[in-house]
T-cell receptor, first 112, second 111 residues
Framework: DAGITQSPRYKITETGRQVTLMCHQT?????MFWYRQDLGHGLRLIYY???????DKGEVPDGYVVSRSKTENFPLTLESATRSQTSVYFC???????????FGSGTQLSVL | RKEVEQDPGPFNVPEGATVAFNCTYS??????FFWYRQDCRKEPKLLMS???SGNEDGRFTAQLNRASQYISLLIRDSKLSDSATYLC????????????FGSGTRLQVQP
């Protein structure tokens, strides 16, 4: 039961580079989410998607781009990484809005 | 004011103790509630959903008070393995704010 998987698990990059974090789920859940977690801020929603080809901004979308061409994939791209984007990124999915979330194992991203 | 507020703790309790966490939410339209557990920067995992009538799962009991807009989690007979951060979550059926997480309450169970 693969569930929801994220890759890479760890990533180090430099300021200004483009980085893509991958997220794949096998449950055919409609909703998918990207959160970042930083000390003192808890989980903050970056973007979410209600279905294939439908995406919307969360609390902290600036500097990020998402796409969802297929139900099972929801990649997150940092177009030009900044140090402030150093964080742990979690992808999650749910069957519907307001329903329980299932999280991937996270990607620890460091921007030098 | 945060939409979901929790006491960050830490709560330091001995093994076998009973401990309770409260969480308040500001959006009266919230329809779904959950408790998640998170270990040391790993992914949050669903501990239990919270129902209006209250619900129990082994040593864990969750309660919802809609009038006062708070949710509680009671852990009985604490184990060392219960040491973690507990996240309170409120949600409703519109996408952008579908689920709002509190910042978490840290529990440390001591031998």
């Amino acid at each position: 039961d693969a569930g929801i998987t994220q890759s890479p698990r760890y990533k180090i990059t430099e300021t200004g580079r483009q980085v893509t974090l991958m997220c794949h789920q096998t449950w055919s859940h409609s909703y998918m989410f990207w959160y970042r977690q930083d000390l003192g801020h808890g989980l903050r929603l970056i973007y979410y998607s209600a279905a294939a080809d439908i995406t919307d901004k969360g609390e902290v979308p600036d500097g990020y781009v998402v796409s969802r061409s297929k139900t099972e994939n929801f990649p997150l791209t940092l177009e030009s990484a900044t140090r402030s984007q150093t964080s742990v990124y979690f992808c999650a999915s749910s069957e519907g809005a307001g329903e329980k979330l299932f999280f991937g194992s996270g990607t620890q991203l460091s921007v030098l | 004011r945060k939409e979901v507020e929790q006491d960050p703790g830490p709560f330091n309790v001995p093994e076998g103790a009973t401990v309770a966490f409260n969480c308040t939410y500001s959006n009266s339209a919230s329809q779904s509630f959950f408790w998640y557990r998170q270990d040391c920067r790993k992914e949050p995992k669903l501990l239990m959903s919270v129902y209006s009538s209250g619900n129990e799962d082994g040593r864990f009991t969750a309660q919802l008070n809609r009038a006062s807009q708070y949710i509680s989690l009671l852990i009985r007979d604490s184990k060392l393995s219960d040491s973690a951060t507990y996240l309170c979550v409120a949600g409703y059926d519109t996408g952008r704010r579908a689920l709002t997480f509190g910042s978490g309450t840290r529990l440390q169970v001591q031998p």
